[in-house]
């Protein structure tokens, strides 16, 4: 595949957990960065977390603590483990691969968005 391929969402309850994958289109140490972002109806899409080819992770504020980044170089896959998930988490989360780090914040590539995954937190 030619963009990066996301799965995992679903329906769960408030307080619940939740995991996402991202199958990238190429090997994962050719990548800069990954990240995931998302969006809900009425709104732009915003950042959530990022894992840099070195390891480093960044994440939203509204995530902090509560979202965790990872990847798995042999599956070619990184992952973003949701806990504590509140309704507000609702949105259709996208993978993006090989955006940059520009000041502290991750800049996605505008050519690598997965198609999303629908994430619905219950309350």
């Known amino acids: 595949h030619v963009q990066p391929v996301e799965s995992g969402g679903g329906l769960v309850q408030a307080g619940g957990s939740l995991s996402l994958s991202c199958e990238a289109s190429r090997d994962i140490p050719s990548i800069n960065a990954m990240g995931w972002f998302r969006q809900s109806p009425g709104n732009q899409r915003e950042f959530v977390a990022s894992i840099f080819r070195g390891g480093t992770t960044t994440y939203a504020d509204s995530v902090k603590g509560r979202f965790i980044i990872s990847r798995d170089k042999d599956k070619n896959t990184v992952y973003l483990q949701m806990n504590s998930l509140k309704v507000e988490d609702t949105a259709t989360y996208y993978c993006?691969?090989?955006?940059?780090?520009?000041?502290?914040?991750?800049?996605?590539?505008?050519?690598?968005w997965g198609q999303g995954t629908q994430v619905t937190v219950s309350s």
């Open positions: 993006n691969e090989g955006g940059t780090y520009v000041s502290g914040t991750y800049v996605p590539n505008r050519r690598f």
